[in-house]
């Protein structure tokens, strides 16, 4: 247990607090979305990455793009978690 406690830690301290927020929020994201391959037509974290992502999540926010689990997402997300996301995709997918 102290050992897992300490990786979290180290992990934590090598990335600056804004993007651990995004890092944090993304984590729910690869279920669906995967790092290189998803089902059924989802993009893949890196396409999304390339993507504006606040874009596309104020699209699923308004009804312009039709997903009701990405609506219900898009709506649960605060400006600063998206600007987390889109900075935290921007810096690993370089």
């Not at 804004?18 to 989802?42: K, R």
């Not at 992502?53 to 009701?68: C, D, K, P």
Request: with cysteine; proline share 1%.
């Amino acid at each position: 247990m102290k050992f897992i406690f300490a990786a979290l830690v180290l992990s934590a301290s090598t990335v600056t607090a804004f993007a651990a927020d995004g890092s944090q929020l993304a984590n729910g994201c690869g279920g669906c979305h995967g790092q290189t391959s998803a089902a059924g037509g989802i993009p893949v974290l890196e396409t999304m990455a390339k993507a504006d992502i606040a874009a596309v999540l104020e699209q699923y926010r308004s009804g312009a793009r039709s997903n009701s689990l990405m609506k219900t997402i898009a709506e649960s997300l605060s400006a600063e978690d998206v600007a987390a996301l889109k900075s935290y995709f921007a810096e690993i997918y370089k």
